[in-house]
C-alpha cells in the first residue's frame, strides 16, 4: 500500500487542505502511477461544492491526470514501468453490459466508477488526481504520445475528450459548419479540434475579449452573443452547435441557429435544470442532445488525433497551495484557459 500526497477538501464550503490518503495494493492488472501533473476542470469545482448532490467528505478531485508508471500487477500486459501515461473521468465499469462490450465505459449500464467521489468494486471510495499517486486497473489508463508534454496532456483527459467525443459522434468534418459556445476550458480546445477535423468553426460567446485567441485556435468566425444581432444573422446556419459552459443558456435561441436536421449538444452540465420550447425542435427536425466524455478506446483516439495535429490545451501551471485561488479564477472566468497542478509541488 502506497501513502500519496494529496490535496483535501472537508466541506462545499472548506478550503482545501495538504492531506495523506492511502492507495491500494497492486492487484493483478493494476498500474501504479506517479502523478506529474493534473488538471482543474470545473467538474471538480461543481463536486467539491456539493452541487452535484451529496459528496462523501473528504475528497480528493482530480481527473485530468498525467504521469509515469512506476509499478504494475503480475498479470499487466498493457505498460510496463516507466510508461507515460493518463487517466481521465473513470477508473472502473462492469465490462460486461453491452455499452462496456461497445467500448462506450462511460455510458455503463452498471455504472462507470469515477476517478473521484466514487465507489470502486471493492467497496471504497474513489480519490483523484490531486495526489501524488494513483492505483488505477491497466484497462483504464491511457498512453500519452511521445510528443505531447505532461502539464498539456492532463487536460486532453477530460477537456480534450469531452469535446473531441461529440465532434467525432456527429461527424463534424469537411462541408460542416460547427459553432462552439463558450471560449473557456472546453470550448477552447473543441474549436482546436473542430478545425483539424476540418470544419468551419464559428466561437459563439458572450463578447469578443477572446477574439484574438480564437481565431489563432483555428475559429473562422467569431460572434458576441449579447450582441441580439448575432442571433438574426445567424438564424439556420449550423449543421452542429456544441454548448460548453455550465450555465444556464436560452436553449430557444441556440435551437434558432441550427439548420434543418441540425443537432445542439450540451456538454456543459449547469447545476440548474434547463428548458426548452419543443416546438423549436420540431420546426426544423432540430435535436437536442447531450454527451459525456467519451469511452477508452475513443480517449485514445483522440491522444493519437491531438499528437498528430499538433493539438494542446493552453494552460496556467500552478502550485498546489494555490487551488482554492484557482477555483475562484475558474468562476469568475479569470483563465486562459485551463489550469495544471504541478503535482511536485504536494
Known amino acids: 500500500m502506497v501513502t500519496a500526497k494529496a490535496r483535501a477538501v472537508d466541506g462545499p464550503d472548506q478550503p482545501f487542505r495538504a492531506a495523506e490518503i492511502k492507495r491500494r495494493d497492486l492487484d493483478s492488472?493494476?498500474?501504479?502511477?506517479?502523478?506529474?501533473?493534473?488538471?482543474?476542470?470545473?467538474?471538480?469545482?461543481?463536486?467539491a461544492?456539493?452541487?452535484?448532490g451529496p459528496v462523501n467528505y473528504p475528497l480528493v478531485p482530480g481527473h485530468e491526470i498525467a504521469g509515469i508508471v512506476t509499478a504494475i500487477g503480475p498479470n499487466v500486459l498493457k505498460y510496463t514501468i516507466g510508461d507515460r501515461v493518463g487517466v481521465g473521468c473513470m477508473v472502473g465499469s462492469c465490462g460486461e453490459c453491452e455499452n462496456c462490450r461497445n467500448g462506450e465505459e462511460q455510458y455503463c449500464l452498471e455504472g462507470k466508477v469515477d476517478t473521484y467521489a466514487g465507489v470502486d468494486k471493492y467497496g471504497e471510495p474513489t480519490q483523484g488526481g490531486y495526489s501524488t499517486h494513483i492505483v488505477v486497473p491497466e484497462d483504464f489508463v491511457l498512453r500519452i504520445p511521445d510528443n505531447i508534454e505532461f502539464d498539456v496532456a492532463a487536460p486532453l483527459l477530460c477537456a480534450g475528450i469531452t469535446t473531441y467525443s461529440p465532434l467525432n459522434h456527429w461527424a463534424a468534418g469537411s462541408?460542416?459548419?460547427?459553432?462552439?459556445?463558450?471560449?473557456?476550458?472546453?470550448?477552447h480546445m473543441a474549436v482546436q479540434i473542430a478545425?483539424?477535423?476540418?470544419?468551419?468553426?464559428?466561437?459563439?460567446?458572450?463578447?469578443?475579449?477572446?477574439?484574438?485567441?480564437?481565431?489563432?485556435?483555428?475559429?473562422?468566425?467569431y460572434y458576441a452573443t449579447s450582441d441580439t444581432e448575432t442571433f438574426e444573422k445567424l438564424a439556420g446556419y449550423f449543421d452542429l452547435i456544441i454548448n460548453t459552459v455550465s450555465a444556464d443558456i436560452d436553449l430557444n435561441a441556440y435551437l434558432g441557429l441550427l439548420t434543418l436536421d441540425?443537432?445542439?449538444?450540451?456538454?456543459?452540465?449547469?447545476?440548474?435544470?434547463?428548458?426548452?420550447?419543443?416546438?423549436?425542435?420540431?420546426?426544423?427536425r432540430r435535436s437536442?442532445?447531450?454527451?459525456?466524455?467519451?469511452?477508452?478506446?475513443?480517449?485514445?483516439?483522440?491522444?493519437?488525433?491531438?499528437?498528430?495535429?499538433n493539438i494542446v490545451p493552453k494552460i496556467e501551471v500552478i502550485t498546489a497551495d494555490?487551488?482554492?485561488?484557482?477555483?475562484?479564477?475558474?468562476?469568475?472566468?479569470?483563465?486562459?484557459y485551463r489550469f495544471v497542478i504541478d503535482i511536485s509541488t504536494m
Open 49 to 52: 461544492h456539493g452541487e452535484w
Open 262 to 284: 441540425g443537432t445542439l449538444v450540451n456538454v456543459g452540465a449547469p447545476a440548474e435544470p434547463l428548458s426548452l420550447n419543443v416546438i423549436n425542435l420540431i420546426g426544423h
Open 322 to 336: 494555490q487551488i482554492d485561488e484557482a477555483y475562484e479564477r475558474v468562476l469568475a472566468s479569470d483563465v486562459k
Open 195 to 221: 478545425h483539424a477535423m476540418g470544419a468551419e468553426v464559428t466561437v459563439l460567446s458572450q463578447t469578443l475579449k477572446k477574439k484574438d485567441d480564437g481565431y489563432k485556435l483555428g475559429a473562422d468566425n
Open 29 to 47: 492488472h493494476d498500474v501504479l502511477i506517479e502523478i506529474k501533473y493534473a488538471g482543474i476542470c470545473h467538474s471538480d469545482i461543481h463536486t
Open 175 to 187: 462541408g460542416k459548419k460547427i459553432a462552439i459556445v463558450g471560449m473557456g476550458g472546453l470550448g
Open 288 to 309: 437536442f442532445a447531450g454527451s459525456m466524455i467519451g469511452g477508452i478506446r475513443e480517449t485514445q483516439e483522440m491522444l493519437d488525433f491531438c499528437a498528430k495535429h
